[in-house]
């Protein structure tokens, strides 16, 4: 029976020798595998700070934007504050200059009508003259009567008709330069 003991022992010294190969096998596999783990948390841990650091990164410039905009939408209100001073005051010096012109045009008219009037008193058609005033021809009554009458239209009231037009053309051209020289003057005044 020596033989099978011996075989037995053999068997069993051949399973132990084999078990610890493999158990070598298996703690060199895991020691190889717990490397990779601490490669790939390593990698995990890198890649967050680099996260963090990009999030960083677009927090401040979100910041700066944000600000940069608030200053832009600033400058374009107060700019858009100065335009809008600017055209009511143009609005308000238009309507100024068109009254003062519609009042000269009243006064000229006015003046016209005195003259015409008085023009035409001294004409007088029989009765109604100045006492000692020679009486007007016939001639005179014709052509007199006719442009009193307002049969025919009055020469100086069409020039002035055409004057008054005239400083209508000037009055928008004056305005329109205005606006366009305070246009200049602001955005050069934004460019600067």
């Not at 307002?150 to 205005?178: H, I, K, Q």
Request: glycine share 14%; with cysteine; aromatic share 4%.
């Amino acid at each position: 029976m020596p033989d099978i003991r011996n075989l037995a022992l053999w068997a069993l010294l051949a399973v132990a020798i084999a078990g610890w190969g493999m158990g070598c096998a298996e703690r060199t596999r895991a020691g190889g595998l717990a490397s990779k783990l601490k490669t790939a948390t390593e990698e995990r841990d890198g890649a967050r700070q680099a996260l963090d650091q990009v999030n960083a990164a677009v927090r401040r410039q979100s910041a700066e934007a944000a600000a940069t905009l608030a200053s832009l939408n600033a400058s374009v209100l107060a700019q858009q504050k100065r335009i809008d001073a600017a055209a009511a005051a143009q609005e308000k010096t238009d309507a100024t200059n068109g009254a003062t012109v519609e009042h000269l045009r009243e006064q000229l008219r006015a003046a016209r009508l005195r003259a015409g009037a008085a023009e035409a008193g001294g004409r007088g058609g029989g009765g109604g003259g100045a006492p000692g005033a020679a009486g007007a021809g016939a001639g005179d009554r014709v052509a007199g009567g006719a442009q009193t009458a307002g049969l025919f239209p009055d020469a100086a009231a069409a020039a002035d008709d055409d004057a008054y037009e005239a400083d209508r053309v000037n009055l928008a051209y004056g305005s329109c330069r205005a606006a366009l020289f305070n246009f200049g003057r602001s955005a050069s005044g934004a460019g600067s």
